[in-house]
């Protein structure tokens, strides 16, 4: 099993950056493919972006493509996420999850942290 803990989350005014990160319990981190997911009041919760378990590929949504970067740590058990040129319609809770295989899907995904709210300013 996979614990996942999500932190970095918080009040940023529109055009900032922050940086997620979501540390993982469990010594097969690496072996697994992490994703980030958000969730917006109202909102069903939607694919951000995905990195593989070597971190040689990346996917992310069309709606963060040039302004997120997803990137891991295997040896810190971590998974970041930077945002950058943040905009209000990013304001949502932000999850890690984590899947045997590279997918863009949230069904694919076994295992989720609690999500850490991400609130930007207009």
């Known amino acids: 099993q996979v614990q996942l803990v999500e932190s970095g989350g918080g009040l940023v005014q529109a055009g900032g950056s922050l940086r997620l990160s979501c540390s993982a319990s469990?010594?097969?981190?690496?072996?697994?493919?992490m994703g980030w997911f958000r969730q917006a009041p109202g909102k069903e919760r939607e694919f951000v972006a995905t990195?593989?378990?070597?971190?040689?590929?990346?996917y992310y949504a069309d709606s963060v493509k040039g302004r997120f970067t997803i990137s891991r740590d295997n040896a810190k058990n971590t998974v970041y996420l930077q945002m950058n040129s943040l905009k209000a319609e990013d304001t949502a809770v932000y999850y890690c999850?984590?899947?045997?295989?590279?997918?863009?899907?949230?069904?694919?995904?076994?295992?989720w942290g609690q999500g850490t709210q991400v609130t930007v300013s207009s």
């Open positions: 990195i593989s378990w070597s971190g040689g590929s990346t």
């Open positions: 469990g010594r097969t981190f690496s072996t697994y493919t």
């Open positions: 999850a984590s899947a045997i295989v590279v997918a863009t899907t949230s069904s694919a995904y076994r295992y």
